[in-house]
């Protein structure tokens, strides 16, 4: 599907890079800074299935344990510099999947943890609870991908005649098809976890939803997460120079058009 547009058409997806804010060096520092982090949540997560109710929760966990300890080993080698640059897609890779398991499977998990532990509830509910939050989630990530991709093919990401065209001149107003099937799942969330469930407290179900939304977030995020994974192993101009600069943009000649 994306390889029907050409270079062109993601052109303004090259900001980041351009300000280097996702530039290798930024992005080692982000892998280093997450693990900590990591380490923490994966406690948390520990100490909370010592007392939640959720069904298969030390399966999960054991899963989990593994494939952050996993990312982490990569975090560490991917934030060596002769690495790093001489593999940029593959750190790009792994910073989608820190930063998705970190801000969003985390949450996700220590939120199921946390009503698990404050409820009175049986384990089929909680299964049928964690495939409603999933089916959510799945509806977001598609429309959030159908929305991006749309706005590619429509010339959104260009750069040309509206050089100075600011991403979030669009962004705002194409916002709308996303927040209300996300805003309609979390009332629905809400409304299933208040009948089903008997909780022994209201900010249990606020910190859940608050968990449950910032992993809705990261599934929002994955779209734009994804198709720069994809210009980075595409494009050359997604990538950079030994020596740290990111590369120009080069027509069918080779001659530059953008440096």
């Not at 690495?83 to 999947?97: G, P």
């Not at 996700?108 to 049986?122: H, W």
């Not at 260009?158 to 209300?180: C, H, M, N, T, V």
């Not at 608050?210 to 720069?228: A, N």
């Amino acid at each position: 599907m994306l390889q029907q547009l050409k270079e062109k058409d993601f052109l303004v997806l090259r900001g980041p890079f351009e300000s280097k804010r996702q530039g290798p060096k930024a992005m080692a520092g982000v892998l280093l800074f997450a693990i900590p982090f990591q380490v923490l949540f994966l406690a948390l997560e520990y100490f909370l299935g010592k007392v939640s109710e959720y069904p298969l929760r030390e399966e999960f966990f054991s899963i989990h344990l593994i494939l952050s300890s996993i990312l982490i080993i990569f975090s560490i080698i991917f934030a060596i510099p002769p690495i790093f640059m001489k593999f940029q897609k593959l750190q790009y890779f792994f910073n989608t999947l820190v930063s998705q398991n970190l801000f969003g499977f985390s949450f996700y998990m220590i939120a199921l943890l946390a009503i698990g532990a404050n409820i009175n509830g049986n384990s089929e509910d909680m299964i049928t609870f964690t495939y409603i939050t999933l089916a959510i989630g799945f509806i977001v990530f598609i429309i959030t991908f159908i929305r991006f991709y749309i706005l590619l093919k429509n010339g959104k990401y260009r750069k040309g005649a509206k050089k100075d065209y600011q991403r979030r001149k669009f962004e705002g107003k194409s916002l709308l098809p996303i927040a209300i099937p996300a805003g309609i799942g979390i009332v629905f969330i809400i409304q299933y976890l208040i009948r089903t469930f008997d909780f022994a407290s209201a900010e249990t179900i606020i910190m859940a939803i608050l968990m449950i939304g910032l992993f809705y977030t990261m599934l929002f995020v994955l779209p734009e997460q994804l198709v720069l994974q994809y210009c980075k192993i595409r494009f050359d101009s997604f990538n950079y120079e030994q020596n740290g600069r990111l590369k120009p943009v080069r027509n069918e000649e080779g001659n530059i058009i953008i440096d």
